[in-house]
């Protein structure tokens, strides 16, 4: 079980890699020279919605969910500030609008098409098809972004 959570973790990884290569491939000079550095991802627990947010998110979006992880600079489009979600949204957090961007069901400019982010699916994959756990990764990613927002 383990060694198939790992294959459809480096799986993801691909699809992430691929997305941005093909990002940086259409970038202007000044942007062609960054180069994303692919790490392999760890199994993550569905408990800690701080670990999946490392280990899933930060890449694009930062440690501090302010859009600028180390992969930012080399997309097309920048990737949102996380912290401010509320703020946009009137002073309260759009927990449904961010459950649907994870699920993979938002369409949004900086992640193309439905298909990305991944995340829905992987999450879906590594439960086996058990949407209870699917449902508590998201809740508790999304409680943690919840928890990052600017005062």
Known sequence: ????????????????????????????????????????LKATSAASGHEMFTNYCAVCHGTDGRGT????????IPPTDLTALAQKAGGKYPALHVTSVIRGEAELP?????????????????A???????????????????GIQQK
């Open 1 to 40: 079980m383990f060694a198939r959570k790992q294959y459809w973790i480096a799986a993801a990884l691909l699809i992430f890699a691929i997305f941005a290569v093909a990002q940086q491939a259409q970038q202007p000079a000044e942007k062609a020279d960054k180069v994303i550095k692919h790490v392999p």
């Open 110 to 126: 900086a992640h193309g098409s439905k298909d990305m982010p991944v995340w829905g699916r992987l999450f879906f994959r590594l």
């Open 69 to 76: 992880g180390p992969a930012a600079s080399a997309l097309k």
């Open 128 to 146: 086996q098809g058990h949407e209870g756990d699917v449902q508590q990764r998201i809740a508790n990613l999304n409680q943690y972004i919840e």
